[in-house]
């Protein structure tokens, strides 16, 4: 099956197989021209060793980390790759997380101004969210995904086979953002985490992205737009605030940093009656796919404070109005609201 989108005139093909198809069409296709770089987490799976075995010369193998978004490690890949030799028809096949996925693309973007990319995410966030819409990049020592470009990888292959061996606490951040488009587009996704067979992830893939794809028509971010990429950040303007506020660094990963946003940002929602139903029933679903929902520890009293800060020095904006995504009744829609009425909401919330 695939899903087709057109991206500012570029066609996003992303095609769902199991990994004995996958398996045939990769052998088939890789030459040895290309370049294949693998996250060190997954090279024990019997695909990624006969890759490993048939193009021992070609292949790069970089564990999957925040970390390796940085541009000394870009440099060094991209001198280790010229040095293996690259051609115009060269392709990049890139295995891993969002966080390989993001590297990769980068690479794949600017090496000969840009060779074709390949990716093959193999987390179940990287599934869902990093290899759909062509966002690529590196962080700065100033900020995350700082330096980038949007380029669409010719391919997107996804197998969620590979999910076998990603650990718990991985499969929970992955859920964070599904829950997230049940929230603001998918009823359908809604009703099938409700039901939670293990027999729909397949479908519940898909689904998430369709969603995602629903608000990505075009690379610059169209703020006015009803399908605004802004509004896939429903649960990202007070989870962010969460996760990079320097009191909790390294508790929280991102998508249970989204957990506790997306409840407070519901509750903002059901506060000035957006949100007709019960904010209790997403905290339900968060805790049956293990994510947290305790946020007194970080949303309190005494944190606000600095959290606002954090929010409006991601936002660049000083005692003005920021744009944040609420849930209404039908899903989620962007509302601009003044810091200091944020503020107070969050001190009537906690
Ligand atoms: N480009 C975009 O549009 C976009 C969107 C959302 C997030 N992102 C980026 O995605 C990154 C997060 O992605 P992530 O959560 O996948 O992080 P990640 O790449 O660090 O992967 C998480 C962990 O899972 C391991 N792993 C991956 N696949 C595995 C498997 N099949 N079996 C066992 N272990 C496996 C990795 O080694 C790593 O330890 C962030 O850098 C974020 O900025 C990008
Ligand atoms: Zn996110």
Sequence with gaps: ????????????????????????????NISNRDILIFDRNIVEIGLIKKLLKKFPKRCI?????????????????????????VQRKTIIYSFGGGTLGDLSGFLA??????????MIPTSLLAMVDSSIGGKTG??????????????????????????????????????AEIIKYSLIYS?????????RSNGDINKIIKLSIKSKLKYVSDFRE????????AILNFGHTIGHAIENS?????????????????????????????????????????KK????????????????????????????????DINIVLIGKNGGFIKKISIRDLKSILNQIK
Aim: charged fraction near 30%; glycine fraction near 4%.
């Design 222 to 229: 169209k703020l006015k737009s009803k399908n605004s990429r």
């Design 138 to 175: 590196i962080n700065s020592k100033f900020g995350k995904n700082l330096i980038g470009t949007f380029y669409l990888p010719k391919k997107v292959f996804i197998c969620s086979d590979f999910l076998k061996s990603l650990p718990k606490r991985e499969i929970a951040c992955g859920y």
């Design 246 to 286: 320097n009191f909790y660094k390294g508790n929280l990963k991102h998508g249970e940093a989204i957990s506790l946003g997306m409840i407070l940002e519901l509750k903002i929602s059901s506060l000035l009656n957006y949100y007709p139903k019960r904010v209790d029933n997403l905290i339900e679903i968060l």
């Design 1 to 28: 099956m695939k899903i087709r989108k057109i991206i500012d005139k570029h066609i996003h093909e992303i095609e769902f197989l199991k990994i004995a198809r996958l398996e045939k069409k990769l052998i088939s």
């Design 61 to 85: 193998v970089i564990k999957g980390h925040e970390k390796i978004k940085n541009i000394y490690n870009y440099s060094s890949i991209i001198e280790k790759i010229i040095k293996l030799g």
């Design 187 to 195: 009823k359908q996704l809604h009703k099938l985490l409700i039901k």
């Design 109 to 118: 973007s600017t090496i000969l101004r840009g060779v074709e990319h390949v």
């Design 289 to 320: 796919y293990n994510l947290p929902v305790d946020y007194n520890k970080y949303v309190n009293r005494k944190t606000i404070p600095s959290l606002i800060k954090k929010i409006t020095f991601d936002k660049k904006v000083v005692n003005e």
